[in-house]
């Protein structure tokens, strides 16, 4: 590895969160070797012509192998946000498993995922290489919140939470072009085909072995009342990706929580007549979506009125952003409440290109005691990113 000649590549550079990412590195990373690659050299030219210092430039299709390959040999770690990923992602990871590169990503496409540790994670064990999806807004606050709440836990009550309920509450944001093409791919795949249905069904698509017998862990579908911490829930878009990473984290640890342990994601609003309103709202919005995301027709029509490829929230709306996640453990009657929160910056792109960073920056220069393999943020980086979040202001402490 110390031959390569950078430490981090960042592929899909000219992308609209690729972009953050960027800016990102140059204001954090001085002392790294980093690069930027992408398919089109001038819009490569023009990210590189907008940084405070030169960066080397690497044109490369994502669709090409054998470039995929030769990208993968020049650099310690890819951090790719050529997405959707079901269309661009699957020759870079076979590269990295195969160099043993180590990889990060922001994917939430649980069907592109299966068949990325089905065919690859073998391998990466075999070369070292840490290929590591869903280090944004989707996984990490699911992943490192569960895996922080679970350390206080045991230092408060000498045992794991045998539950946690992870609750999405006060947050500001938008979305771009990258992410709505995503979510319309994977309902384009849902809907041709009975098996990507059925997985994404299956509440634990990502563990090790999906067909094994669990316990039942069945996802939202309800408003609901949280009456400890008295706040309605509802369910959660992304739960369908997170509680399977929470859940192929745990599986690859070897369940240190027990083989009983659940995890659930919801959405919350306050307990009030307003938080009811918003809550009513929001179930609203999301049979609206669900609608849309079943039909073809409308599925077209959002295509064209959605934010296109490259386009996404202006800095301001970025800058107002924020989020908080409260997650809750519980064993018998001991009960913990840990905080995943980040008050500076939208979910989806500024917060989301701090944490793809600091896992980019985490998996070239921190020494991880894990293994290779197709894993998870807590799995492949534990304590050294959940350190390197605080430290770029990101919150993960008991409430
Ligand atoms: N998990 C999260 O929290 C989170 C948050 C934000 C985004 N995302 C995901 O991140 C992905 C990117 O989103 P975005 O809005 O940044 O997308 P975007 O603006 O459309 O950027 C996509 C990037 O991929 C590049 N690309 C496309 N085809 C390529 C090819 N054949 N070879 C090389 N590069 C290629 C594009 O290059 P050109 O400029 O040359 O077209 C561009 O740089 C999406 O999958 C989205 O869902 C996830």
Redesign the pocket.
Known sequence: MTSRDLDIIV????????RLVCDYLARTARTTRWGIA???RD?LEAVAKGLPHPVPIIV????DPAAMDRLARQTKVVCT?????AR?GEALVAACAEAGTHYCD???EVPFMRRMIDAHHARAIASGARIVH?C???SVPSDLGTYGLQQAFRATFGRPATTVTALFGESSGGV????V??ALGLADEAAKDRDVRRLLANPYALDPDPRAARPPAPDDKMLGWDAKLKMFTMPFVMAQVNTRVVRRAHALAGFPYGQDFRYREVMSTPGSARGLAMALGTATVLGGLALVLASPRLRKIVAARAPQ??E?PSVEAQARGHWKVRLVGEAGDDRLVYIAADPDGD???RS?ARMLGESALCLAHDDLASSGGVTTPSVAMGDALVDRLRRAGIVLQPA
Not at 11 to 18: E, L, P, R, V
């Open positions: 592929f899909g550079a000219t992308g609209f969160t690729g992408g398919r089109n819009k490369a299709d994502a669709l946000t050529t997405g959707p990923f661009y922001l994917t939430g869903t944004g807004f989707d771009s072009g990258g992410t093409a995503s490829a490259g996404g979910p989806g792109y989301t």
